[in-house]
């Protein structure tokens, strides 16, 4: 059992930036491949980026490219989502999973583990 843990998440003005993190407690997540989801009020989960085991590789949607950064740290046992240039509509609860792949992947039925989320709240 992999039980994830993420941090971060806060009320941040529009254009700003927030630096999300999840960690692992009694499991090395250098093991799995590790995406970001996000859900807000009254819509689907969605996919956000996707990093692969050693970080050489990720995936990220076309609503955040260019904005956010995953990235990890297989040494702290740490993935990292780094969200700049901040939108109202980026507000969500964010979610991170861990899965066994060795490639980042978006689709969210293939994660087996997944965070309680953190609150990523932008303002107008």
């Known amino acids: 059992q992999v039980q994830l843990v993420e941090s971060g998440g806060g009320l941040v003005q529009a254009g700003g930036s927030l630096r999300l993190s999840c960690t692992a407690s009694?499991?090395?997540?250098?093991?799995?491949?590790l995406g970001w989801f996000r859900q807000a009020p009254g819509k689907e989960r969605e996919f956000v980026a996707a990093i692969n085991r050693s970080g050489g590789s990720t995936l990220q949607s076309a609503s955040v490219k260019g904005r956010f950064t995953i990235s990890r740290d297989n040494t702290k046992n740490t993935v990292y989502l780094q969200m700049n240039s901040l939108k109202p509509e980026d507000t969500a609860v964010y979610y991170c999973?861990?899965?066994?792949?060795?490639?980042?992947?978006?689709?969210?039925?293939?994660?087996?583990?997944w965070g309680q989320g953190t609150q990523v709240t932008v303002s107008s």
């Open positions: 999973a861990a899965d066994q792949s060795t490639y980042p992947r978006g689709n969210s039925r293939f994660y087996d583990y």
């Open positions: 009694r499991r090395t997540l250098s093991n799995y491949g």
